[in-house]
């Protein structure tokens, strides 16, 4: 890493451009060789040196805290000098997946009931760590399998997770329970259910006395955020 700049701490404020915290302000090399730039979220200050960063998404009450953002700045392979002085873009990728559940009230259940709007919902089959290299921007030895329980963003409406992404090979490896009152509802993903990173999952199920019925799964490209700032 040029001029020991390991794991600089920026923020922005409005939106557009970065800024460093107090002391963490890069130079570019007095050599004016050239230099080129990686940059992630969520910050970790105890990272040392350009390798893995661990990532962990078994809590999901803070969905800000563990969307993974990361891309590489290079200036399309002529790297960055400070007498050309220019801004660096930083066109961050979503890593991860999301996903989006909406809940429709079917036969012998009330959306307007205290229980439908407290029920508890559980993701099951997914795993919840893994690795992830800050060099190359690779996710790999996904571990941990366990119940998650996405954010609720509206009660008995609308719920969301971020997720590591993930091919379920059988049926049934991955499920949502719905837990309303004492009774639980259970939707089943068909073989080959698949999450890819970048891309937000919606899911709209009718959960009935009778049934769960997926209705649709909607599936969206997360929209590219551009930042720009000078280093």
Known sequence: VSEGSNNREYVTANGTTFSPTSGQALYYPVSDSKVDFIS?????????????????????????????LWVKSNNAGTGFNKTAGSNVPLNFDHKLSKLVILTNAGSGLDNNSLNWKNMAISIQGLNTKADFDLATGVLNNSNTKMNVSPFTTVGGTK???????????????????????TDTYVWTAQAGEQFEAGKEYTYSINIAKTAVV??????????????????
């Open 159 to 181: 719920y969301e997770s971020i997720v590591l992404p993930a091919t379920f090979a059988q049926a049934g490896d991955l499920k949502i329970t719905f837990t309303i009152g």
């Open 214 to 231: 997926l209705d649709n799964v909607n599936i969206v490209d997360w929209v590219t955020v551009s930042r720009a700032g000078e280093a």
């Open 40 to 68: 992630y979220y969520p910050y970790n200050s105890s990272i040392t040196a350009l390798g893995n960063y661990a990532v962990d998404v078994s809590s999901q009450s803070n969905l800000a805290a563990i969307d993974l």
